[in-house]
């Protein structure tokens, strides 16, 4: 499986990625909002790798495309595709390492996914649930044309915390009319 824009590789995780994985995965301000708590350990990303290398991009459930800067080859952050409702929806989910921030990589990165979600899959919805402090990952949906959902008000205890969640989505509908792809 590989996805391809002007700046980016969107591919399988290799072996290699590893120590770029951890790295990133190792920053508090990276991990503040993730399932995982850093320090990301070098042997947690090769477990990692090891097990999303073989995956099925197609089949329901999580798969997570490692994105590659097609300039220097270097491993800049990971989009997560889990595919449900018997293959008709998805749930996103996005990372990337600080020092590639501020770069329009991940906006390009979900674009592709989202694009080759509903437009070349044909699935019919593809949403994200995030952090509600997690202002630059909403703002980046909403860029994308992503419609805020719903706020669900404390509903996750996360990290010792009780947080806020935002719901974003987009239907294939409306991702073939907007103009601001």
């Not at 080759?116 to 952090?131: I, P, Q, S, Y």
């Not at 959902?149 to 990290?159: D, F, I, N, R, Y």
């Amino acid at each position: 499986m590989l996805l391809e824009t002007d700046r980016l590789i969107l591919r399988r995780f290799r072996a290699g990625d590893a120590p770029a994985l951890a790295a990133y995965r190792s920053d508090p301000d990276v991990a503040r909002y993730q399932s995982w708590d850093a320090p990301f350990p070098l042997g947690d990303a090769i477990a990692f790798v090891a097990e999303v290398a073989h995956l099925d991009p197609e089949r329901e459930g999580w798969f997570q495309y490692a994105v590659e800067a097609r300039d220097t080859g270097e491993l800049v952050g990971d989009v997560g595709v889990n595919r449900g409702d018997g293959g008709r929806q998805a749930e996103l989910g996005f990372t990337l390492a600080p020092e590639h921030q501020g770069r329009g990589y991940a906006t390009e990165a979900v674009r592709r996914i989202v694009d080759f979600l509903l437009v070349e899959e044909g699935l019919h919805r593809v949403h994200a649930t995030l952090d509600a402090r997690n202002e630059r990952s909403a703002r980046l949906l909403e860029r994308l044309g992503f419609r805020r959902e719903g706020l669900c008000v404390q509903a996750s205890w996360w990290k010792g915390e009780w947080t806020d969640d935002l719901f974003y989505a987009v239907l294939a509908s409306e991702w073939s009319r907007s103009s601001e792809r």
